[in-house]
């Protein structure tokens, strides 16, 4: 018996989107792959892809600095290489698209 009842569903609604929210969603899709552009681009400049060797470099040279009794310099070379690590993380991230305006109806 249970198999023979159906539940009955409303029928479900869709909303057409205007022309308008139709052009504002291309223009941020163009945004959006604009900014994904950018940052293939930023990912092939020379000086961004040397960062990494200089870093390990640096941490190494840190360590040395700190078995030669001079965490003075260690600390330097660390601070300098967290500085390259902000730098390098900042280029390299997209920029986030600022939120939409949603308007309610």
């Given amino acids: 018996?249970?198999?023979q009842v159906k539940s009955k569903k409303s029928p479900r609604q869709y909303r057409r989107r205007s022309e308008e929210e139709r052009i504002a969603d291309l223009e941020q899709r163009i945004e959006e792959l604009k900014a994904k552009q950018k940052a293939q681009?930023?990912?092939?400049?020379?000086?961004?892809?040397?960062?990494?060797?200089?870093?390990?470099r640096l941490r190494k040279f840190a360590q040395f600095a700190m078995d030669n009794n001079?965490?003075?310099?260690a600390n330097s070379a660390t601070a300098f290489n967290s500085s390259l690590e902000r730098?390098?993380?900042?280029?390299?991230?997209p920029k986030p698209a600022p939120p939409a305006l949603e308007e309610e109806d």
């Fill in 1 to 3: 018996m249970d198999s």
């Fill in 70 to 73: 001079r965490p003075d310099i």
């Fill in 41 to 56: 681009e930023k990912k092939q400049d020379p000086v961004l892809k040397e960062i990494p060797k200089i870093q390990k």
């Fill in 87 to 93: 730098i390098l993380r900042s280029e390299m991230a």
